[in-house]
Nanobody, 115 residues
Framework: QVQLVESGGGLVQAGGSLRLSCAASRSILSINTMAWYRQAPGKQRELVAT???????NLVDAVKGRFTISRDNAKNTVYLQMNSLKPEDTAVYYC?????????WGQGTQVTVSS
């Protein structure tokens, strides 16, 4: 079992920055892959970024060059640094942890980017 708690969402103007945090209830080094997803109103949930237990990262094309995924092993926390935000980044952002075929989700945090 893994409990995930996101924080850091909010309202920001276009071009601004936010940093999302995802705190895990166990060592993130015991979790195969941590990821950030987002779901905009009326749209399906989509993958944004991943970080593996080994530290490899990947971001989808829509956020490359603007977002960064990182982690603090000592704090069991994964971050999503979001810069140069655009109105189309508006969504609920969810943290995900995958452990041997089991997926765990946080409750989500709202990010709203105004134009």
């Amino acid at each position: 079992q893994v409990q995930l708690v996101e924080s850091g969402g909010g309202l920001v103007q276009a071009g601004g920055s936010l940093r999302l945090s995802c705190a895990a209830s166990r060592s993130i080094l015991s979790i195969n892959t941590m990821a950030w997803y987002r779901q905009a109103p009326g749209k399906q949930r989509e993958l944004v970024a991943t970080i593996t237990r080994g530290g490899s990262t990947n971001l989808v094309d829509a956020v490359k060059g603007r977002f960064t995924i990182s982690r603090d092993n000592a704090k069991n926390t994964v971050y999503l640094q979001m810069n140069s935000l655009k109105p189309e980044d508006t969504a609920v952002y969810y943290c995900n942890g995958a452990v041997f075929g089991n997926n765990y989700w946080g409750q989500g945090t709202q990010v709203t980017v105004s134009s």
